[in-house]
């Protein structure tokens, strides 16, 4: 059977059904988004005089949301121009819209008979080679098919998206008893790298796998909070980063969720089960059924477990007091067991074996979900890692309740268990009787993506900002080790040597990482301390060995790709803009930040811009040229950031023949792939030419639009004076209209204003703001 996936039908534009479709429109797939039929007119719609018979209004349903995920704001897709990929209809007029796609998603309410019938009618119009699938989070999969064909069932399957689609990696495939595995492999490698998801195989058992644990472990905090009297503020700080789950822990947790989805999910198990047991783990206790009941939902109502309330004076949080049903000022207070557990090698190993009330609610509170995923593993995946992977792509945990056991120690831990008279699964049993005492061995992993921690990866170079590895096939990779991956002078000194190395013994460079951003820019601090000493000299070095840097790696002559993802700020961005080519992750914020910090970006990221925008207008007039002009000006003195890749592109950030990956976990593979390709296809390095610009001409046009940005309030005084700085530098400094000039003149005034701001004491104090706060300082 040859499968391939062009265009989708997704079938229910909900919440869920419509960011569904908002993404797989930006992994590049046509999309059609079918809905109900509305039930009556709008007032506005029987102003302008339409009936029920008019598309518009027939349409209405999966428009008004096809509207409000491609609307930039809520950010549920990467670019807007991907909206004309969606196309909308309803279920009544438009079902033959689906009868040559390649994929039908069903996406309607989440119970059995309906999607029964649903399914049923989706089979009518489906193509013999279609898959289709239903997106729910619990209805078994095997029962929604049971009255149809063979040939139908052998290509149908269950895939659980979580929310929001297109920030969220997990995405699980539950095959039904007679889905072909050859289906289930391609959505594997389909959701992998065309939808940039985290796949993880479920079984058809309610909750299937994420879902069935998470919920237990809410569950289970929630009981432990009345058991040992905690208040939520107290539990939020005993569940959340200490034991390796998100900040918003618990409690606040389930109020983003919604107290009534809360109780939602782990009810539908309830009903599907008859563990007597498991019944009782995943009963939600009274206090919280009483807030449901009164309408306390959390976040989206007058308040959950926490609400805020606002006044003139500010805003202040407060806290459900379940014992004596009221709200009462949460002030979070330091736990001084926990701090003192911060600061051990292991603070969760700590924890769970201390003497502490605190000790033991993190014992009980983590041993329940261990002893809970084991028990249940066999029952909802043939592989626990899928469960790890599953909480920490689904939940946000930083690591999965195997992971966890490994790092409390298995032994120890079961020891314990067995003395408080804890039943222990015999796979368990077995695992130790064999002499696995972890579950991880922690040498290599069995990923398919390169993974630089790999022992194989040999280390060519190496000093105390980055490292310079061989990914076999005669590529190099230089990896940051700085903080934050910030480009320090190590960071400086390596690219020097890894251009010299590639040149000389290998194909091609790539420059990636696997860290939590690519690179935030240059190390502020440094900068601050810098120039609050009136080092200006030394200041002038670094820029230089910046700009040298980056110029080497442009004009290397073998191929460099950089891969980068998330913030790819400043020098980060820079750098990458000095790459022959990129393959950066579709979730890549970048953008020449410098402003901030009352500085100008100076390791040639105006230049760059410059230059792109000159060879995309090519030769066209001086009142063109400014249209864009403006546009990058404004980019690089309000410190614009990309939403996505594509938005990078737009911006000119990257270029629009860039590689946009999807998953980000591929991104080095495919950064590595387009290095071999150029080398193989006779890689010749890039030649110097010189920039046209537009001198006083082109700043005299910008100081217009300055002068709007100042009278709107847009910019503070100081803000236009770091914007007349980058105007004299995008415009060549001074110079006639049409002047051309070298690279090097423009890195020379970017070099200047950069050493000029840092003479300015508000400069200095937007550096000491930024790295006291975290904020930028508007003086």
């Given amino acids: 059977m040859s499968l391939n996936i062009n265009k989708v039908a997704v079938l229910g534009s909900g919440v869920m059904g419509s960011g569904i479709a908002a993404h797989l429109a930006g992994a590049g ?52 121009k991907m909206a004309s990929r969606i196309k909308v209809g309803n279920f009544e007029d438009d079902m033959d819209l689906i009868s040559d796609c390649d994929w039908i998603i069903e996406v309607i309410v989440e119970n059995l008979e309906i999607k029964k019938e649903f399914i049923k009618k989706i089979g009518e119009y489906a193509k013999d080679d279609c898959i289709v699938s239903s997106n729910t989070s619990g209805v078994s999969i095997n029962k929604i098919v049971e009255d149809l064909p063979l040939e139908f069932r052998q290509k149908f399957l269950g895939t659980h998206f979580f929310n929001p689609p297109r920030y969220m990696k997990l995405f699980e495939v539950i095959a039904g008893q007679d889905t072909l595995p050859e289906v289930v492999d391609f959505m594997y ?90 019944i009782e783990a995943l009963t939600i206790p009274n206090f919280v059924e009483k807030l449901i009941s009164d309408g306390r939902l959390g976040d989206k109502s007058k308040g959950g477990f926490y609400k805020k309330v606002r006044s003139e004076s500010g805003s202040k949080t407060y806290m459900w007091d379940y014992k ?127 993974d630089l921690k790999e022992s194989k990866n040999n280390i060519v170079s190496e000093n105390d900002g980055a490292r310079l590895l061989d990914i076999g096939d005669g590529i190099l990779c230089l990896e940051f080790k700085s903080k934050r991956n910030t480009i320090t002078e190590d960071v400086v000194e390596m690219i020097m040597t890894s251009v010299r190395e590639v040149e000389e013994n290998y194909k091609g460079l790539v420059i990636g990482n696997r860290n939590k951003n690519f690179s935030v820019g240059a190390n502020i601090s440094v900068v601050s301390k810098l120039a609050s000493q009136g080092e200006y000299k030394v200041i002038e070095d ?35 803009m000095h790459t022959h080519m990129t393959a950066a992750h579709a979730e890549t914020y970048m953008g020449l930040v410098e402003s901030g910090v009352g500085l100008i970006p100076a390791g040639g990221g105006i230049k760059e811009l410059l230059l792109r925008m000159m060879d995309k207008l090519g030769n066209v007039s001086t009142g063109e040229v400014l249209g864009e002009l403006r546009e990058t000006w404004k980019n ?17 950030f990257i270029n629009k023949n860039d590689q946009i990956v999807m998953n980000r976990d591929y991104i080095i593979d495919e950064a590595k792939k387009t290095a071999l390709f150029l080398y193989n296809s006779g890689f010749r390095p890039l030649e110097k030419k010189k920039i046209p610009v537009l ?17 709107g309030g847009f910019i503070s005084d100081y803000d236009a004076f770091i914007a007349n700085k980058v105007a004299y530098v995008l415009t060549g400094g001074d110079v006639s209209n049409g002047v051309y000039v070298t690279e090097e003149q423009i890195l020379q005034l970017e070099k200047e204003a950069f050493i000029d701001l840092c003479k300015e004491e508000k400069t200095i104090d937007r550096m000491k703001s930024m790295l006291k706060t975290g904020k930028r300082l508007r003086n």
């Fill in 29 to 80: 797939l046509d999309v059609v988004l079918l809905d109900m039929l509305p039930k009556e007119l709008t007032e506005n719609e029987i102003s302008k005089g339409l009936t029920m018979n008019d598309s518009r209004v027939r349409n209405r349903v999966a428009q008004l949301n096809k509207d409000r995920v491609t609307n930039p704001r809520n950010k549920a897709i990467y670019s807007k």
């Fill in 189 to 278: 490698e389909f959701g992998t790298k065309r939808l940039g998801k985290g796949i993880i195989l479920a079984k058809d058992t309610p909750g299937f796998i994420a879902n069935r644990i998470g919920s237990h472990a809410l569950v289970t905090a929630v009981k432990l909070t009345e058991k040992y009297g905690y208040d939520f503020g107290t539990v939020d700080q005993l569940t959340g980063p200490v034991i390796g789950r998100p900040k918003s822990a618990t409690f606040r947790t389930l109020d983003m969720v919604g107290l009534d989805v809360f109780k939602k999910v782990p009810s539908n198990t309830i009903k599907a089960i008859d563990d007597v047991d498991e």
């Fill in 324 to 450: 004596n049903q009221v709200y009462i000022e949460a002030v979070r207070v330091k736990n001084p067991i926990l701090e003192e557990a911060k600061k051990s090698e292991n603070p969760l190993s700590t924890l769970v074996y201390g003497d502490s009330e605190e000790s033991k609610f993190v014992w009980e509170n983590i041993k329940s979900t261990l002893l809970y995923s084991a028990k249940i593993m066999p029952t909802i995946t043939d592989n626990f890692k899928d469960i790890d992977k599953g909480m920490m792509w689904g939940y946000n945990w930083e690591l999965g309740p195997f992971a966890i056991w490994d790092m409390i120690g298995l032994e120890k831990s079961v020891e314990k268990m067995k003395d408080e008279g804890e039943i222990i699964p015999s796979w368990i049993h077995d695992r130790l009787a064999f002499g696995n005492k972890k579950f991880y061995d922690g040498v290599d992993t069995e990923e398919a993506y390169i």
């Fill in 542 to 576: 670094m820029i230089d060995n910046l700009q040298k840097a980056n110029m080497a790696l442009k004009y290397c002559k073998k191929p460099v790709i950089s891969a980068p993802y998330g913030m790819t700020l400043g020098g980060g961005a820079e750098l990458v």
């Fill in 636 to 652: 690089i003195v309000l410190g614009k950031v990309s939403s996505s890749a594509h938005d990078a592109a737009e911006k000119g």
């Fill in 695 to 711: 001198g006083a001409t082109g700043r005299a046009a910008l100081q217009f639009d300055l002068d709007f940005l100042s009278r």
